[in-house]
Nanobody
Framework: QVQLVESGGGLVQPGGSLRLSCAAS????????MGWYRQAPEKERELVAL???????KYADSVKGRFTISRDNAKNIVALQMNSLKPEDTGVYYC????????WGQGTQVTVSS
């Protein structure tokens, strides 16, 4: 079993920044892929960023150059630094971990609005 707990969401103005963190516990290893998805109102959940076992990041085209994913393997924490936020980045952000099955956190709300 893997438990994922997100933190760091909130309300920010367009152009601002937020940093999300996800603390993982249980049967999770540095070789497991982890990352972030998001879901906007009335839209399907979509990939934001992943960091695979060898540390390679993968980003959705919509966030490239603005978001940075990082991982602290010693603490089992995955972070998402979000800069130059836009209203269309609004949504619930979910931490994700891939082992023999997929795990999801409870989600944290990010609202970008003036």
């Amino acid at each position: 079993q893997v438990q994922l707990v997100e933190s760091g969401g909130g309300l920010v103005q367009p152009g601002g920044s937020l940093r999300l963190s996800c603390a993982a516990s249980g049967s999770i290893f540095s070789t497991n892929t982890m990352g972030w998805y998001r879901q906007a109102p009335e839209k399907e959940r979509e990939l934001v960023a992943l960091i695979i076992g060898d540390g390679t990041p993968k980003y959705a085209d919509s966030v490239k150059g603005r978001f940075t994913i990082s991982r602290d393997n010693a603490k089992n924490i995955v972070a998402l630094q979000m800069n130059s936020l836009k209203p269309e980045d609004t949504g619930v952000y979910y931490c994700y971990a891939e082992t023999w099955r997929n795990y999801w956190g409870q989600g944290t709300q990010v609202t970008v609005s003036s």
